[in-house]
């Protein structure tokens, strides 16, 4: 069983080291995202109901409805959740991550990304900032603004930019940022500038006013994790070609939602095998310390799934000071990911490990045998809906979802 | 009895992975012989349900 | 006052752990201390002496436990630091190593892809597992761990067979491999002399002996206690071993070291040494030798397997060794030694670190006829009705499992055998204790200092009572071993100790004393 189990996950390796993760298009959930509905609210992690979800997320929830006018306000918003009336599904469940909350609703737009190499397609909604934003939970009336602008503003030019330049190699750009200090979850200035540098030609030829151009530029330049966005369905579609792959020990899914966080295995298909989610340990931004924050939160731990973020943390030394504070420990996490994932990656290299390909594709049962968690970098959201990220660090998942899947794996795959 | 990989040995340099207790791996350091000593620690924490759970797809 | 901590996901080794323990037992006020792993078998016995509580109740195999018990509030503080400094100093490496440590088999190959040999010395229930997947990955085993099960055992060497790789063990504490000393094995001259033995002590006794006189091993290969002696296990990797030397052109000599094997295996091997048409020399324990069956020679001792095999190896006639000392000389000694002794005295107590070398002390004293007790004797009425208490003529093994159950092997700690030692003394009846010292990796690293101070100790005591302690040791290395063999043998001598230059002088020097002892 042994030599089947290992074929099998070279297959799901192969599969995601030959993924060619592509922008192609800037739409809108409704129209793009497979299954989406207008009652429908997708969120990130594994399912979780209304009832069940944490300060930031409900926060998300009460501002995407007030967006696509369900609701007027807060309380109208909470009642009509609750009512039963309204969908809630896993961003993950339609082909979608999200950050943070990750809050998706039918008018907001999405890039649409798409894996050339095996055409299967992966959806985000485009990063608002930081502080008082949607994925934190705020839903104040300058956040729908906001959430208006990029609609009717920010989306459209970028679209027809997009269409002016051509699809972009996100593969490409990834590796060249993972080169520039980026690791693709929790640093992604370096990616950032390089969108920017791509786009901002063909951005300033629209036929559209130079102020306006000008404020799209500056939203961009202004929000470090713009790129984030974008990485994220990269590693969503990635992954996703390497889902279902029998007799594959291969971890294709990686999410939380705030309360749980939830793992899915090639081999074992759709089913979702949840923990409680962890507390990042980490710095904080000045006045704010462990007791204000949430617990983990958001689909950006794809970027981890597909090997990177914290898989490449030796390639990110701006990150270091969050993980223990030397460039040693930042490299020592990154050896601790080879043990525990099937291949090196060809593309996503690390300069100072000599340019050694990042760790990819995480093995259910080497992180059982070894004891080793994959390291996630992340930012720190406030428990409070609405007041932002308030530090950055390193979180695991729960052991036990690992302990889960390996039972059922055990189960069907076990002689 | 196939001996030759065992007489390949005898021809080439020790190169050893040493799991275990650590004071083999500093003896043979000093010895000049090129060692790796690992981290070892129980599989899954020493967890027996695990173990036997792996075992079922060891074989 | 009692303080337990708790750090979770912090494995240490137990040699390390029964070290560190001893170190804090030994601090002042301190009753009781454990430093353990939070196995069910520790946490059980955590709780019988009533140091389990709060957070260790639930602690896991991978958790380390650090309880302590002491007269003061300070004493345990000071303990608790001591234990907290020395775990720190170990995780983070020694000398400052900043290369990364892997924690899987397939890491570390990820690592160091050229490596061609494991050594396995982790905890027997999970050794079996690990050396199945070294050996699927190719690569040649040294397993030192033991408490490995027989059929685990058969299935890896049926494995390592099948792809003619090394499973040199479970149970295998020496091997020599490329002139290299793997785990407890001395730092010998390359030469022509090839072994494979079925015993860790016995190699080193006989690698040792051929070193001293001038000859040299080219490898050595070690089999692991049960390879000859279960019959499942049908003496595979001697089998092996002896092919091995057969194709090897630096091997011209091949030796032979184990207990008697089960019948038809003896049969096997002897078929097999003289299929490779190289002398070969056999000592199977405790047998008498059958001189010699074409080039073939069957030697009475380890010392002599190692000067026939010195003699075959240089194309000489082996002439039977010589004592170190002349009959008068050795008359002269005993004399001296049994001159002063009290009339009471009358039993020897040999006391070994080395199994195979108390078993070769045990044959030769009942081979001159007199009645041996022991904790390893199979024989009808010689077992210790208590390993830990001598009566009558004993010879003690205190590397068996009773003794170091949860307590360093004596090789690496002395303090059981100086305990013992004064326990001996404290016996109006012990005449002569008998000792062996072994030298070499894996040793501890002044074996002799410690030893000639319990020695001096038990002499002085037996002394005040108006009588006379004799001890006798040997010493098993080499001048090349990092312990100084002079200086260790300065060491015992100084205290009085007579030392004689192998295991079988030693025990037949202690014969002639106690053939006086007992003709008084």
């Not at chain 1, 996490?333 to 990042?358: K, S």
Request: net charge negative.
């Amino acid at each position: 069983m042994k030599a089947k189990i290992e074929e099998a996950n070279q297959e799901a390796v192969s599969r995601i080291q030959r993924a060619k993760p592509t922008l192609i298009d800037v739409s809108i959930a409704g129209e793009a995202i497979p299954g989406m509905k207008r009652n429908m609210i997708l969120h990130a992690g594994p399912p979780e109901p209304w009832e069940r979800m944490c300060g930031p997320m409900k926060g998300a929830v009460i501002g995407g409805m007030i967006l696509e006018g369900l609701a007027k306000n807060r309380q109208e918003a909470e009642a009509l959740a609750a009512s039963g009336d309204i969908l809630f599904e896993p961003c993950h469940h339609h082909s979608s991550v999200g950050p943070m909350a990750g809050v998706a609703t039918w008018s907001m737009p999405v890039w649409v990304m798409e894996n050339r190499t095996f055409g299967n397609r992966a959806y985000c909604t485009l990063n608002e900032g930081l502080g008082k934003v949607l994925r934190y939970g705020a839903f104040s009336e300058e956040v729908i603004a906001r959430l208006r602008w990029m609609a009717e503003d920010l989306a459209p030019a970028l679209k027809k930019a997009l269409v002016r330049h051509g699809p972009i190699d996100m593969k490409s750009m990834i590796a060249q940022a993972l080169q520039m200090g980026d690791e693709g979850h929790n640093r992604n200035r370096a990616g950032t500038s390089l969108f920017i540098r791509e786009i901002a030609p063909d951005l300033v030829m629209l036929d559209e006013s130079r102020e306006k151009i000008a404020r799209i530029l500056a939203f961009i330049h202004g929000n470090d994790h713009f790129f984030l966005n974008l990485s994220m369905p990269s590693c969503k579609c990635t992954v996703d070609a390497a889902a279902s792959v029998e007799g594959s020990s291969v971890v294709t899914t990686m999410a939380r939602n705030g309360t749980e966080f939830g793992i899915r295995v090639s081999g074992l298909g759709d089913r979702w095998f949840t923990g409680p989610a962890g507390m990042v340990e980490g710095l904080y931004l000045p006045g704010f310390s462990a007791r204000d924050a949430a617990p983990d939160i958001g689909d950006s731990v794809i970027t981890e799934t597909a090997g990177i973020g914290g898989f490449a943390m030796a390639a990110a030394p701006a990150i270091v000071k969050f993980v223990g504070g030397s460039a040693r420990d930042a490299i020592r996490y990154t050896q601790q990911m080879y043990e525990i994932t099937v291949a090196e990656n060809d593309t996503y290299r690390i300069p100072t490990l000599d340019f050694r390909g990042t760790p990819t594709g995480i093995d259910l049962l080497k992180v059982v045998e070894t004891g080793i968690l994959p390291a996630i970098n992340t930012g720190i959201a406030h428990k409070e809906p609405g007041i932002g990220m308030v530090g950055a660090g390193l979180v695991h998942p729960p052991e036990n979802c690992f302990h889960d899947a390996l039972e059922v794996f055990a189960e069907k795959y076990g002689k | 009895m196939n001996v030759k990989k065992i007489s390949e040995l005898f021809n080439k340099e020790l190169v050893v992975i040493n799991m275990g207790l650590d004071s083999f791996a500093d003896n043979l350091r000093k010895e000049e012989v090129k060692v790796l000593p690992m981290d070892w620690k129980p599989p899954a924490g020493g967890d027996k349900r695990l173990i036997s759970l792996l075992e079922k797809l060891d074989a | 006052m009692k303080k337990i901590l708790v750090r979770k996901n912090a494995y240490y080794d137990s040699v390390f752990l029964m070290l560190a323990t001893k170190a804090l037992k030994q601090r002042p006020g301190i009753k009781e201390a454990v430093v353990a792993m939070g196995t069910e078998v520790n946490l059980g016995l955590l709780k019988e002496i009533g140091l389990l509580s709060g957070e260790a109740e639930s602690a896991r195999p991978n958790d380390l436990v650090i309880a302590i018990e002491a007269e003061t509030g300070e004493a345990v503080e000071e303990a608790c630091r001591i234990a907290e400094e020395v775990l720190k100093k170990k995780s983070h490496g020694g000398g400052g190593e900043e290369d990364y440590r892997p924690v899987s088999l397939e890491g570390a190959l990820k690592i160091l892809p050229e490596a061609n040999l494991v050594v396995i010395s982790v905890p027997g229930r999970y050794a079996a597992r690990e050396a199945r997947q070294a050996v699927n990955k190719g690569l040649h085993v040294m397993l030192f761990s033991d408490h490995v099960s027989v059929e685990e055992e058969v299935e890896l060497k049926e494995m390592a067979l099948e792809r003619g790789l090394l499973m040199m063990g479970p149970d295998c504490g020496t091997a020599i491999l490329n002139g290299k000393p793997l785990c407890f094995a001395n730092v010998v001259r390359g030469g022509s002399i090839g072994l494979v033995a079925a015993s860790g002590s016995g190699l080193q006794e006989v690698s040792c002996c051929i070193d001293r006189m001038g000859g040299g091993i080219s490898q050595a290969i070690g089999t692991g206690g049960r390879d000859l002696q279960d019959r499942r296990v049908r003496g595979r990797m001697m089998l092996m071993g002896i092919e091995a030397l057969k194709h090897d052109p630096e091997t011209r000599v091949i030796v032979v070291i184990s207990k008697p094997p089960a019948e038809e295996l003896a049969a096997k091997v002897l078929s097999k040494l003289k299929d490779t048409g190289k002398p070969c020399v056999v000592h199977f324990l405790g047998l008498k030798p059958s001189g010699t069956r074409g080039s073939m020679r069957f030697s009475g001792n380890m010392e002599e397997a190692a000067a026939m095999a010195v003699a075959l190896s240089r194309g000489e006639e082996y002439r039977p060794l010589c004592f170190s000392l002349s009959e008068a000389e050795v008359s002269r000694v005993a004399e001296a030694e049994v001159k002063r002794m009290g009339s009471e005295q009358r039993y020897v107590r040999g006391l070994f670190a080395g199994g195979t070398l108390a078993l070769e002390a045990m044959a030769l004293f009942e081979e001159e006829g007199f009645r041996i007790l022991s904790n390893v004797q199979k024989g009808p009425g010689r077992a210790l009705h208590s390993p830990h208490c001598s009566e009558s003529h004993a010879i003690v093994d205190l590397g068996d499992d009773v003794f170091t159950l949860g307590r360093p092997h004596p090789m690496i700690d002395p303090s059981q055998r100086d305990e013992r030692i004064a326990k001996e003394a404290v016996d109006p009846e012990t005449a002569l204790v008998l000792l062996d010292v072994v030298l070499g990796y894996g040793a501890h690293e002044d074996p002799c200092g410690a030893l000639a101070e319990s020695v001096s100790k038990a002499k002085g005591q037996v002394a005040g009572r108006g009588g006379y302690l004799c001890v006798i040791a040997s010493i098993t290395g080499t001048e090349k071993d990092f312990q100084n063999m002079a200086e260790q043998k300065k060491k015992l001598e100084s205290a009085g100790c007579l030392v004689m230059p192998s295991n079988y002088q030693a025990s037949l020097l202690a014969v002639h004393v106690m053939r006086k002892v007992v003709s008084r």
